[in-house]
């Protein structure tokens, strides 16, 4: 059964480093000034293996943060530029 995720990041840039190192290179687009990446996975397994992907491009990158969603499940990991208070 196929599942839908979206991937959330501070900025399109931010989306594009990201997708471009998922896989499938799903393309990364813009919401009201967030990244965002739409992705349909083949098995709901494959969500969670895409959050040690999410975290090392986060570290990797210096990104500031990144969520993951799927379905009631959500995920954010932070990053070295996250201020204190988010």
Excluded: F, N
């Excluded at 799903?26 to 349909?40: E, F, K, L, Q, W």
Aim: positive net charge.
């Amino acid at each position: 059964m196929a599942v839908q995720v979206t991937i959330d990041t501070a900025s399109r840039g931010e989306a594009e480093l990201i997708a471009a190192e998922l896989p499938g290179q799903p393309h990364a687009t813009s919401r009201r000034g967030y990244g965002v990446i739409r992705m349909r996975l083949g098995r709901e397994e494959e969500a969670r293996d895409l959050l040690a992907i999410l975290e090392s491009c986060v570290q990797r990158h210096k990104l500031s943060w990144a969520r993951l969603r799927h379905g009631d499940d959500e995920w954010t990991v932070k990053g070295a530029r996250s201020g204190a208070g988010r």
